[in-house]
């Protein structure tokens, strides 16, 4: 059977991931999580904390892969493979 290593070190004990969390990374995951806290303090239902924060967590991915221009790397790699798929 094989074992997807990387995700069995997030729950194994002593296991240690090939990469530490850097400064920003971790800054970001505080932030959300004292946002989620806070908005559960001034009463908003825990089912809508979690459609909010999954709803920036989605934007915050578009806006990222727009900024480094992966959404245009992508469509122009479609556009040239289009014309074979077309063809076959």
């Known amino acids: 059977m094989h074992v997807n290593k990387s995700a069995t070190l997030c729950v194994v004990s002593g296991g240690s991931s090939a990469r530490r969390l ?12 004292v946002v989620a806290a806070a ?38 790699h479609l556009a040239r493979a289009q014309p074979t798929l077309l063809l076959g």
């Open 39 to 76: 908005l559960r303090a001034v009463g908003m239902k825990p089912m809508e904390v979690m459609r909010l924060m999954g709803a920036a967590g989605l934007l915050s991915v578009v806006v990222t892969q727009l900024a480094t221009g992966a959404v245009s790397r992508g469509l122009r």
């Open 22 to 33: 850097v400064g920003a990374e971790a800054a970001v995951i505080v932030v959300v999580i």
